[in-house]
């Protein structure tokens, strides 16, 4: 069985330090390249999958150029037994920069492609990536693919010789839903599971690895959902909060220092095992965690 | 006493040491061949620790046990060997040596019946029983030679000087005047010696060749440094025996397991699985069984894994404190073979404790331990006018005689961000022209050697040092002991030599060169903790104290182990992202011990410590809590 797992390299801005307005205040160093962390969840999800069952192929795919080569090869360490890439040469440089990108549609059917030209049985990717945050490509792709499709799973379970997975998915306020599904199949996958290291020795493998081009390029389909404007919060004086009162002089000129709140998350219970056992009950009462024994007085 | 060499003693005696030979060559077969080429040797240390027992001695009871029974073996040794050459010695000499001969003898004897009563009821960690026969042997070689100088003198009478040989005249009252019976003490005494000697490579007697030589090939070079693996050809780290050094083996093999490495290890104290000395004893264990079972064919399929035997709880409880290397007496370092089977962990089997792992994959990808990322890494410094290298005009040394190498903590932790604005004010108060690296600087790597990810020490080490050079600095001055140790001792191996100092080395200086002045008191009685990547890596012990000494009307008040003795706060080698979950808290230990000094201010040198003692002291929950600072927060708070 292949599973192909859609990996995107992205630009992840977590800061905004700089002075010109052209570059929305965004330098160099305001960003890491990194994979998205949900389609490394999805690796792992396949890689447990081949951990558990025999003849199983996890390939990753990705998109664009390498502008996050380190990590990309580092998931490749991780387990995965290919690396293919779709526009490797063609695409623009500043791909990186989410308004460049080709929209969801366009992606969906460069990416339905390369999986037809692969075979894959089943595709997994992130359920959403971190710089555009669309969530759309999984569905899109499932759509054109005519596979079924499910939304942020997190955990995948191969089923026996009948072609089903299970998979159990997230619907949101801690409900789970375990799902029973035909390959083959399109998954989306959420974040959660832990992830694993790669060793030296595939890592050395990984970094010496050329990745494979894929049929994916030629006449795509034309662009139909195009972000127009993108427009960055503008940089804003830090908001501090007003100091709790409740705190001393020093955490609360700290606070204001460092632009920080630094709660007063609770009490602190003090004395003996006993006394604090009684602490925690009396807490867990009046807040309604525990049924209160009045009753029985 | 050449007359009683025949020819029949002479094969005799050159049997002794044909089996002698024969055990040696057998039992170092196996670290011989691995043992590198010009590999250089220490005279000065060898005598140092052979003639004067250096190292042993801090021990005083049975170090001084033990220097009886060495030269209680040496000198009659000696002067046997010299007599064979049957010099013609006037009388008083002759009597002088023969007084010298007597005086050894009653050394061994005392030495020996010492160390023999305090093994007796031991348990195997402290006296173990394999040294009962080489004692046993020793004692029987100084009885049977008092005895036969007994009989000999009651057979002729003490002559006119019985001062020269007073023990000898003690035994002569009690040995029967019979020439047979000191015949055959004399055949006894020699039988033991030939045993003894023969006995050697066999039994726990080998200390007495490979300690030697363990101290006489002690590494060279910064203080306990970690081994290099040559990654690119898949070296990586220790799983089996196989893997370890030349050195790393005949340490094993030196260690006569006395314990002075666990009785100052804190993960031992703290009562966590760990022991340095049962990782030796288990290394030398598994050579023992490659030995006996014959080296597999080169691929070292068929060995004993290391971690078989090495637990990963003990593995992880290392504080990489260097305290066992700094007691042992006979210069083994247990603590590269720890972090050799870490390596192996890490990047052999790609096994973590899952508590880590995060910190590892911020270093990876944000380049420090709280995944903040480099664009803040100098928020500490925000509208305080500190510059940074590369935004000045001209980006360069020119301007900057020192690089403030602030570090993950000082940059990060609040606690410790507070201990970098104090060191700028200190610098700006004394005119010296600094810069920091900003936000092109990363961690220095520390943190990820030591939990054994080499690869990503070597990827982060690689970044400081393109911007060093790039901005061309000459010096730098770091916060942290961790950095200091990395950046100093470490980086060279990577072709990076720069003056690196440590910020109290640098403050004590501006303070005897007086320009900085320390006005405001700040606390009445002050104690330090010494951080071990700055004492004992580093050893500087001196310019904290000379630091709180300046402080007016601060009295300085020793905690009960430090300096070289000082007990680590838990925070190193990694444990700080680790869980602690056996046994007592390392930092609590300390805190309390720390806490019976009575000060109210306990000042320290490095962050990390400075965290675990801060949580440490807040968990004992005193009347008074006494305050944590850095000692550069203290200077500062001094300044005014
Ligand atoms: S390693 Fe050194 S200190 Fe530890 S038991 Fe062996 S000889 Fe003693
Ligand atoms: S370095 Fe410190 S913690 Fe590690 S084994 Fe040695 S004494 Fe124990």
């Given at each position: 069985?292949?599973i192909?797992v859609?990996?995107?390299?992205?630009?992840?801005?977590?800061?905004?330090?700089?002075?010109?307005?052209?570059?929305?205040?965004?330098?160099?160093?305001?960003?890491?390249?990194?994979?998205?962390?949900?389609?490394?969840a999805a690796?792992e999800l396949a890689l447990r999958v081949k951990?558990d069952?025999?003849?199983?192929?996890?390939?990753?795919?990705?998109?664009?150029?390498?502008?996050?080569?380190?990590?990309?090869?580092?998931?490749?360490?991780?387990?995965?037994?290919?690396?293919?890439?779709?526009?490797?040469?063609?695409?623009?440089?500043?791909?990186?920069?989410?308004?460049?990108?080709?929209?969801?549609?366009?992606?969906?059917?460069?990416?339905?492609?390369?999986?037809?030209?692969?075979?894959?049985?089943l595709?997994l990717?992130?359920?959403?990536?971190?710089?555009?945050?669309?969530?759309?490509?999984?569905?899109?792709?499932?759509?054109?693919?005519?596979?079924?499709?499910v939304?942020?799973i997190t955990d995948l379970g191969l089923a026996?010789?009948?072609?089903?997975v299970q998979v159990q998915r997230?619907?949101?306020?801690?409900?789970?839903?375990i799902i029973?599904c035909?390959?083959?199949a399109?998954f989306?996958v959420?974040?959660?599971v832990?992830?694993?290291?790669?060793?030296?020795?595939?890592?050395?493998?990984?970094?010496?690895?050329?990745?494979?081009?894929?049929?994916?390029?030629?006449?795509?389909?034309?662009?139909?959902?195009?972000?127009?404007?993108?427009?960055?919060?503008?940089?804003?004086?830090?908001?501090?909060?007003?100091?709790?009162?409740?705190?001393?002089?020093?955490?609360?000129?700290?606070?204001?220092?460092?632009?920080?709140?630094?709660?007063?998350?609770?009490?602190?219970?003090?004395?003996?095992?006993?006394?604090?056992?009684?602490?925690?009950?009396?807490?867990?009462?009046?807040?309604?965690?525990?049924?209160?024994?009045?009753?029985?007085? | 006493?050449?007359?009683?060499?025949?020819?029949?003693?002479?094969?005799?005696?050159?049997?002794?040491?044909?089996?002698?030979?024969?055990?040696?060559?057998?039992?170092?077969?196996?670290?011989?061949?691995?043992?590198?080429?010009?590999?250089?040797?220490?005279?000065?240390?060898?005598?140092?620790?052979?003639?004067?027992?250096?190292?042993?001695?801090?021990?005083?009871?049975?170090?001084?046990?033990?220097?009886?029974?060495?030269?209680?073996?040496?000198?009659?040794?000696?002067?046997?060997?010299?007599?064979?050459?049957?010099?013609?010695?006037?009388?008083?000499?002759?009597?002088?040596?023969?007084?010298?001969?007597?005086?050894?003898?009653?050394?061994?004897?005392?030495?020996?019946?010492?160390?023999?009563?305090?093994?007796?009821?031991?348990?195997?960690?402290?006296?173990?029983?394999?040294?009962?026969?080489?004692?046993?042997?020793?004692?029987?070689?100084?009885?049977?030679?008092?005895?036969?100088?007994?009989?000999?003198?009651?057979?002729?009478?003490?002559?006119?000087?019985?001062?020269?040989?007073?023990?000898?005249?003690?035994?002569?009252?009690?040995?029967?005047?019979?020439?047979?019976?000191?015949?055959?003490?004399?055949?006894?005494?020699?039988?033991?010696?030939?045993?003894?000697?023969?006995?050697?490579?066999?039994?726990?007697?080998?200390?007495?060749?490979?300690?030697?030589?363990?101290?006489?090939?002690?590494?060279?070079?910064?203080?306990?440094?970690?081994?290099?693996?040559?990654?690119?050809?898949?070296?990586?780290?220790?799983?089996?025996?196989?893997?370890?050094?030349?050195?790393?083996?005949?340490?094993?093999?030196?260690?006569?397991?006395?314990?002075?490495?666990?009785?100052?290890?804190?993960?031992?104290?703290?009562?966590?699985?760990?022991?340095?000395?049962?990782?030796?004893?288990?290394?030398?264990?598994?050579?023992?069984?490659?030995?006996?079972?014959?080296?597999?064919?080169?691929?070292?399929?068929?060995?004993?894994?290391?971690?078989?035997?090495?637990?990963?709880?003990?593995?992880?409880?290392?504080?990489?404190?260097?305290?066992?290397?700094?007691?042992?007496?006979?210069?083994?370092?247990?603590?590269?073979?720890?972090?050799?089977?870490?390596?192996?962990?890490?990047?052999?089997?790609?096994?973590?404790?899952?508590?880590?792992?995060?910190?590892?994959?911020?270093?990876?990808?944000?380049?420090?331990?709280?995944?903040?990322?480099?664009?803040?890494?100098?928020?500490?410094?925000?509208?305080?006018?500190?510059?940074?290298?590369?935004?000045?005009?001209?980006?360069?040394?020119?301007?900057?005689?020192?690089?403030?190498?602030?570090?993950?903590?000082?940059?990060?932790?609040?606690?410790?961000?507070?201990?970098?604005?104090?060191?700028?004010?200190?610098?700006?108060?004394?005119?010296?022209?600094?810069?920091?690296?900003?936000?092109?600087?990363?961690?220095?790597?520390?943190?990820?050697?030591?939990?054994?990810?080499?690869?990503?020490?070597?990827?982060?080490?690689?970044?400081?040092?393109?911007?060093?050079?790039?901005?061309?600095?000459?010096?730098?001055?770091?916060?942290?002991?961790?950095?200091?140790?990395?950046?100093?001792?470490?980086?060279?191996?990577?072709?990076?030599?720069?003056?690196?100092?440590?910020?109290?080395?640098?403050?004590?200086?501006?303070?005897?060169?007086?320009?900085?002045?320390?006005?405001?008191?700040?606390?009445?009685?002050?104690?330090?903790?010494?951080?071990?990547?700055?004492?004992?890596?580093?050893?500087?012990?001196?310019?904290?104290?000379?630091?709180?000494?300046?402080?007016?009307?601060?009295?300085?008040?020793?905690?009960?182990?430090?300096?070289?003795?000082?007990?680590?706060?838990?925070?190193?080698?990694?444990?700080?992202?680790?869980?602690?979950?056996?046994?007592?808290?390392?930092?609590?230990?300390?805190?309390?011990?720390?806490?019976?000094?009575?000060?109210?201010?306990?000042?320290?040198?490095?962050?990390?410590?400075?965290?675990?003692?801060?949580?440490?002291?807040?968990?004992?929950?005193?009347?008074?809590?006494?305050?944590?600072?850095?000692?550069?927060?203290?200077?500062?708070?001094?300044?005014?």
């Amino acid at each position: 069985m292949h599973i192909i797992v859609c990996a995107k390299q992205i630009r992840h801005t977590y800061a905004r330090t700089g002075t010109s307005p052209d570059t929305h205040y965004i330098e160099d160093w305001d960003g890491v390249y990194r994979v998205n962390p949900h389609d490394e969840a999805a690796l792992e999800l396949a890689l447990r999958v081949k951990d558990d069952h025999a003849g199983i192929t996890v390939s990753l795919l990705t998109m664009g150029p390498m502008i996050a080569e380190h990590e990309l090869r580092r998931c490749l360490a991780t387990g995965a037994d290919n690396l293919y890439q779709i526009d490797g040469n063609n695409a623009p440089d500043t791909a990186q920069e989410p308004i460049d990108q080709p929209d969801p549609w366009e992606k969906s059917d460069r990416l339905a492609r390369a999986v037809k030209s692969l075979n894959g049985d089943l595709v997994l990717c992130g359920k959403e990536s971190l710089d555009k945050g669309n969530g759309q490509v999984g569905a899109l792709l499932a759509h054109r693919l005519a596979r079924p499709f499910v939304s942020a799973i997190t955990d995948l379970g191969l089923a026996t010789s009948d072609g089903q997975v299970q998979v159990q998915r997230s619907a949101g306020r801690g409900v789970r839903e375990i799902i029973a599904c035909q390959l083959p199949a399109v998954f989306s996958v959420d974040l959660g599971v832990d992830l694993r290291l790669p060793n030296l020795k595939r890592r050395q493998w990984a970094d010496e690895y050329p990745p494979r081009p894929v049929e994916g390029n030629g006449e795509s389909a034309p662009p139909r959902i195009v972000c127009k404007h993108r427009f960055q919060p503008r940089p804003r004086p830090k908001l501090i909060p007003a100091p709790d009162s409740r705190q001393h002089a020093y955490d609360r000129i700290m606070q204001l220092l460092t632009g920080s709140t630094v709660e007063k998350k609770g009490e602190m219970l003090t004395g003996s095992p006993d006394s604090q056992v009684e602490g925690i009950l009396a807490f867990l009462k009046t807040n309604g965690f525990l049924e209160s024994d009045r009753s029985d007085e | 006493m050449k007359a009683l060499l025949t020819s029949f003693d002479l094969f005799v005696i050159a049997l002794a040491f044909v089996i002698m030979g024969l055990g040696l060559a057998r039992r170092w077969a196996l670290w011989r061949e691995k043992k590198p080429a010009g590999i250089a040797g220490n005279w000065q240390g060898l005598m140092a620790s052979v003639l004067a027992h250096r190292g042993i001695l801090d021990r005083p009871a049975v170090g001084l046990g033990h220097l009886a029974a060495f030269w209680g073996v040496a000198i009659p040794l000696l002067v046997i060997i010299v007599a064979q050459f049957g010099f013609i010695i006037p009388q008083a000499p002759a009597r002088l040596l023969s007084l010298i001969q007597d005086l050894a003898g009653a050394a061994l004897l005392i030495g020996i019946v010492y160390l023999l009563v305090r093994r007796l009821g031991r348990e195997e960690s402290e006296g173990p029983s394999r040294t009962l026969l080489p004692i046993i042997l020793l004692l029987v070689i100084a009885i049977s030679g008092y005895l036969a100088a007994g009989a000999r003198m009651s057979i002729l009478g003490t002559g006119e000087a019985p001062w020269s040989s007073p023990f000898g005249w003690l035994f002569s009252l009690i040995a029967p005047a019979s020439p047979v019976f000191m015949q055959m003490m004399i055949r006894l005494h020699f039988l033991a010696v030939l045993l003894l000697i023969a006995a050697i490579p066999y039994t726990f007697m080998r200390h007495a060749v490979a300690s030697p030589l363990n101290v006489f090939y002690r590494k060279q070079g910064p203080r306990a440094a970690l081994t290099q693996p040559t990654l690119e050809k898949g070296a990586v780290g220790a799983r089996t025996v196989d893997d370890l050094s030349w050195k790393q083996l005949l340490d094993a093999e030196a260690c006569v397991a006395c314990g002075r490495c666990e009785e100052h290890c804190p993960a031992t104290i703290s009562g966590k699985p760990l022991s340095p000395r049962k990782v030796i004893r288990t290394i030398r264990e598994q050579v023992e069984t490659v030995r006996t079972q014959g080296k597999s064919s080169g691929n070292g399929a068929a060995l004993p894994l290391l971690a078989n035997d090495v637990t990963a709880d003990e593995m992880w409880a290392c504080t990489s404190c260097m305290a066992c290397i700094e007691h042992c007496p006979v210069a083994i370092e247990p603590m590269d073979k720890i972090i050799d089977m870490r390596r192996y962990q890490v990047m052999g089997e790609a096994r973590l404790p899952s508590e880590a792992r995060p910190m590892l994959r911020d270093l990876e990808i944000y380049g420090d331990v709280q995944g903040k990322g480099a664009a803040h890494r100098a928020d500490w410094a925000m509208h305080r006018d500190v510059p940074e290298i590369g935004r000045s005009a001209n980006p360069g040394a020119a301007e900057v005689d020192v690089l403030l190498y602030v570090g993950c903590s000082g940059a990060f932790h609040p606690r410790n961000q507070e201990t970098s604005r104090a060191m700028a004010k200190i610098l700006k108060a004394a005119g010296i022209r600094f810069a920091i690296l900003g936000s092109e600087e990363c961690c220095c790597g520390d943190p990820a050697r030591r939990l054994g990810d080499e690869a990503l020490f070597r990827r982060l080490a690689r970044q400081n040092i393109t911007k060093f050079e790039q901005y061309q600095v000459k010096k730098i001055v770091t916060l942290c002991p961790h950095c200091l140790n990395t950046l100093k001792n470490e980086y060279p191996e990577l072709g990076c030599r720069l003056e690196v100092v440590h910020a109290t080395e640098m403050v004590t200086e501006l303070i005897r060169e007086e320009r900085i002045t320390l006005k405001y008191p700040v606390a009445d009685k002050i104690t330090l903790h010494d951080a071990c990547y700055l004492g004992r890596y580093n050893q500087v012990y001196q310019p904290p104290r000379d630091i709180c000494r300046a402080v007016p009307g601060a009295a300085l008040e020793e905690t009960e182990r430090n300096q070289e003795k000082g007990f680590c706060c838990g925070g190193g080698g990694g444990r700080m992202w680790l869980h602690e979950n056996i046994g007592e808290n390392i930092n609590v230990v300390r805190a309390q011990e720390i806490t019976a000094t009575d000060a109210d201010l306990i000042g320290t040198a490095c962050p990390y410590c400075l965290v675990m003692l801060d949580d440490g002291v807040k968990s004992l929950e005193m009347e008074k809590t006494p305050k944590v600072a850095d000692v550069i927060d203290i200077v500062a708070d001094a300044l005014g």
